[in-house]
């Protein structure tokens, strides 16, 4: 029989978006890991009707609080009316579209126990498309995050991430809150800013892709789109895009503030 992982101190912050399917898989996964937090909470951004009536189901089945909102108003604001309602000590923060492995609940529990070690520490990341370009190997899998602002990796930016991370609940004081009425990917920029700016510390596990695994179904896509020079992989945009993100991450982490 597998073992029963309990984390009382923590809450499980989902935000939700017109995917029921996906989130119903999310909690499914943990459910199979014998992972049992100290509550769920699942922050709805005014999904159709269609998806809050299985959302109401789920709610039972899964034992989750819902917190809606009348109208749709963003990634950002899902992000703080969630996070508001968190009252354990931490949040393990998930994104619907994730599915956690069989890895999760072993290093998870470790992340808990550094996060407790080390009170400076302000978050632990267990997924990313990229490794994080300056690190220094700490215990356990997990590596220190070094912000360094010379380095020529326009990634630096990312010392904080949207994707599924550890962090103690009042993030938020620390940091502000999350950009409101801007696209998703500009708010998480912002918080990247505000993250670095105000001296933020963060781990990254190192084998990170085999802790959650981010699944999209054609039935379930991902609602986030970009701008196509973002993408391409055309030498010459390619070239510019890097100067570009050079030029303007560095003055914007010296010269911006978040703005509540």
Excluded at 88 to 110: A, C, M
């Amino acid at each position: 029989m597998n073992a029963v992982h309990k984390f009382h101190d923590v809450t499980l912050l989902v935000t939700h978006y017109n995917r029921s399917e996906s989130l119903e898989r999310l909690l499914s996964g943990f459910r199979g890991l014998n992972c049992s937090f100290g509550e769920i909470v699942v922050s709805d951004d005014c999904s159709n009707h269609s998806h809050q009536a299985l959302l109401k189901q789920l709610s039972t089945e899964y034992n989750f609080r819902l917190i809606g909102t009348s109208k749709n108003k963003g990634l950002a604001h899902n992000l703080n009316k969630g996070q508001d309602a968190v009252i354990t000590k931490y949040t393990l923060y998930v994104q619907e579209d994730f599915i956690p492995l069989r890895n999760f609940p072993g290093s998870f529990h470790d992340a808990l126990v550094m996060m407790e070690e080390r009170s400076e520490l302000d978050t632990i990341r267990f997924y990313s498309y990229l490794p994080y370009p300056y690190t220094i190997p700490y215990k356990k899998g997990f590596s220190e995050m070094l912000f360094k602002p010379l380095g020529l990796d326009y990634t630096k930016i990312y010392l904080y991430s949207d994707h599924p991370h550890l962090r103690r609940s009042d993030f938020l004081t620390k940091f502000g809150r999350y950009r409101e009425k801007i696209p998703s990917d500009k708010a998480e920029y912002k918080m990247c800013l505000s993250f670095i700016q105000n001296q933020g510390k963060g781990l990254i596990y190192d084998k990170f892709k085999t802790l959650f695994e981010q699944y999209n179904p054609s039935s379930e896509p991902s609602t986030v789109t970009r701008k196509s020079w973002t993408l391409s992989s055309n030498a010459v945009v390619s070239a510019l895009r890097y100067f570009y993100r050079q030029f303007k991450y560095n003055f914007d982490i010296r010269f911006s503030k978040q703005k509540n």
